[in-house]
Structures are given as C-alpha cells and as structure tokens.
C-alpha cells in the first residue's frame, strides 16, 4: 500500500508498524488541509494488513498539534441549532481512528491542545515527554467546547470532576499531572519516550493481528457506544456559535496573534484577556 501522496503526513512501515509523522508548518494547525489527510489515512491504514500497530507523532519538536483552525471554525454557520443526526466530519475522523482494528499510539513531544488533544484522546495509548508535553482543552475560553470528542472522552479517562477542571479551567497540563490524572498512560523523560514507544510498538506488532484486532474490540465492548454522546456533543458546540461571545473571543483571540508560533507557545495569559 502506497502512502506517499500526503502532503501533512508522512508515513513509514516497518514489523508492522506504520509510523506517521505530522509535519504541517508552521504550528501542525488541525486546518481543513490536515483534517482531511487525517481522514484519509484512517481509511487506508483500516484496510491495511501489514500494518498492526500505528504510531502518531510530530516532526516539530515544540507542537504536536496546536489546535483546531479557528478561522474554520468561525466559517461555521451560526444558525444550525437543530440536533444532528449524523457526525460531523472531525467526529467521523476520530471515532475512525478509535475503532481502527489496529492498536494507536501517540507519541507527544509538544504542545497538543483543543481539537489536538482530542485526536490523541481517540488513539488507544498516550505517551507524553516529561518537560516538553503539553496537553490542555481551551476551548471554553473562546466561547465554544470541546467539540471534537473532548467532552465525551475525558470523563470516561479522568472522571466528570477531572475533566470539568480541564475542559472549563482552559489551563496547560504538564506531562507529569496528566500522567498523574490519566490524560495520558505515561510521562517519560524526553531522551527516553522515542525507544520506549518503539520498543512497545514493535512488541505489540510481532502479535497476530487477529489477536490484536479481536482483544481491542472486546477492550471496546467495556463502554458504551458514544454516538449519542457526540452528537450531543456536537448539538451544543453549534449552539455556542450562535453567541455573540463565542463570535468576539475568537475575533480577538485571531487578531492579538493567535496560531502563530510566539503567541501558541504560552496562550493561557491571552484567554484570561479575552473578555476585556
């Protein structure tokens, strides 16, 4: 199978690994461009037999992914508040790689927040760089949700009463305290987390894929179904772009340079001067 037509992504084979390295300048944006590759890839490496166990991480040591596009974001219309029915394409994107008959791994050696903490939160196994991983869910403090999975799998990970501290404190986790919370499976020191997630991908992968495939989706049978919870999910976050709130914050979040490399490496202090 052919996986070299990505302009984002690269990805490389080997034991039965797939090895998929984002690499989308200049801050791994979760733009239309990389939601659609994603989307693609899932697809592809479903029916891809050699493959067995499948590795995400970023070619830019400082972002995993930033987050999702916001300008997309703002280009969504306003008016829809019926409850959908169907599953958004994000949705439809994650839930792909969460039921992959595959075991997904994210290795995060940068910042992963909003819509990318949600694409890890949909792969099987975290692994976080201690001292240089950050994961956080800002989204509240634009006015909007989490509305890519986050609201759905964060409490079923932490608990309700963790994951309300991070989907409404809207503040950086270390990979030290999301370890300690269950965000992520393992915080290792950085010169390590590259031989320990190759080290299990390959373990894993010299297993018979029937094996894999069939004790991943037993493992899955253990919780509900989420459908309804993202479509729930989904309902909400098209009602919150009908404030005008949501609609002021992510103007000014944009215009005091949100999504460039200065202002994403540290955003916290700029949510708390959105709404003044």
């Not at 890519?148 to 309700?160: E, I, W």
């Not at 299990?200 to 004790?215: K, M």
């Not at 949501?246 to 709404?275: C, H, K, N, P, Y």
Request: some cysteine; overall charge negative.
């Amino acid at each position: 199978m052919n996986y070299d037509d990505y302009n984002c992504l690269s990805v490389g084979r080997a034991d039965g690994v797939a090895t998929v390295t984002i690499d989308h300048a200049p801050i791994n944006l979760l733009d239309l461009d990389l939601l659609l590759e994603l989307d693609r890839l899932s697809r592809q490496l479903e029916t891809d037999a050699d493959v067995s166990v499948v590795v995400v991480q970023s070619a830019d040591p400082e972002f995993f992914i930033a987050h999702a596009d916001v300008t997309l974001i703002e280009r969504m219309p306003s008016d829809d508040l019926d409850r959908p029915t169907e599953l958004p394409l994000f949705h439809q994107m994650v839930e792909r790689f969460r039921t992959l008959p595959k075991v997904t791994i994210g290795k995060i050696e940068g910042i992963a927040r909003g819509g990318g903490s949600e694409f890890l939160l949909s792969l099987d196994m975290r692994f976080a760089a201690a001292g240089k991983a950050v994961l956080a869910q800002p989204e509240v403090a634009l006015g909007i949700l989490p509305g890519g999975s986050g609201t759905q799998r964060l409490p079923r990970l932490l608990g309700r009463s963790r994951a309300l501290e991070v989907i409404l404190g809207c503040e950086d986790f270390t990979a030290e305290l999301a370890e300690r919370y269950g965000y992520v499976n393992r915080a290792l020191p950085a010169e390590e987390i590259g031989a320990f997630v190759s080290n299990l991908a390959t373990r894993i992968a010299s297993f018979p894929a029937e094996a894999i495939a069939l004790a991943k989706q037993a493992a899955a049978a253990a919780e509900p179904d989420p459908r309804e919870g993202l479509l729930e999910e989904a309902w909400c976050f098209n009602r919150t772009l009908a404030t005008e709130a949501a609609r002021r914050r992510m103007r000014a979040f944009m215009e005091a340079g949100g999504q460039t490399r200065e202002v994403e490496r540290s955003i916290t202090g700029l949510f708390d001067l959105l709404g003044k």
